[in-house]
């Protein structure tokens, strides 16, 4: 089983609301990333765990908060987001960095 | 950081054209993925091929790591081929970086 899911779907939030995404999979795998991508755009790395340790940041504003709970879980804390943020987020797990990932299907994010 | 190049930025094709689509890249990397990219956005892994020359059905993939590129070839076409393909690179510290796609569009 090589699935990934990601809660939820769609996401509609204001700009003073506190959300959070989900991410998890049950594959053993010990590597999860988010990433952002905009319409008609390529996906932007965000975040990298490794082993539950945030092993990279790639200078993400502070309003996006990444939590790595356990092995298997993968949350993205969202606080006083602006309407540029709007985009589909998606998570990605490997068995390891630099090996094959996994997406799931994405939380489309909407901030008015 | 480096630099990810995919070409052609679009290709239209009549169903069952062959098709290559090219990634070019800046450095050394330990990770190329090809992906598709369905019209609901989801990432579907294609390839992980960091060199050499692999096959699945109609698609297959080769990456010349000393030359820096990758090729993925698509024959015969189907219309469900259509939407974006994106090649993807990772360094040893795990930093992934897409390239900004290819976007197929296969008429019936």
């Known amino acids: 089983d090589t699935e990934v899911t990601q809660t939820p779907k769609h996401l509609v939030m204001g700009m003073t609301n506190k959300k959070s995404l989900k991410c998890e999979q049950h594959m053993g795998h010990r590597a999860m990333y988010w990433y952002k991508q905009k319409a008609k755009k390529p996906p932007e790395l965000m975040f990298v765990?490794?082993?539950?340790?945030?092993?990279i940041n790639e200078s993400v504003p502070s309003r996006f908060s990444p939590e790595c709970p356990n092995s298997s879980l993968l949350n993205l804390h969202l606080h006083a987001l602006q309407p540029e943020d709007s985009a589909l987020y998606l998570c990605?797990?490997?068995?390891?960095?630099?090996?094959?990932?996994?997406f799931g299907p994405g939380t489309r994010l909407l901030v008015l | 950081g480096i630099q990810v190049e995919q070409s052609p930025p679009d290709l239209i094709l009549q169903e069952g054209a062959n098709s290559t689509l090219r990634c070019n890249f800046s450095?050394?990397?330990?990770?190329l993925q090809w992906f598709h990219q369905n019209p609901w956005g989801q990432l579907i892994n294609l390839f992980y091929i960091p060199s050499g020359t692999k096959q699945n059905g109609r698609l297959s993939a080769t990456t010349v790591a000393t030359e820096r590129y990758s090729l993925l070839y698509i024959s015969s076409s189907q219309t469900t081929d259509s939407g974006v393909y994106f090649c993807a690179v990772a360094t040893n510290a795990g930093k992934s970086t897409f390239g900004d796609g290819t976007t197929l569009t296969v008429k019936p």
């Open positions: 990605a797990s490997a068995a390891l960095l630099q090996e094959t990932q996994y």
């Open positions: 450095d050394s990397v330990n990770n």
């Open positions: 765990y490794s082993y539950e340790k945030l092993s």
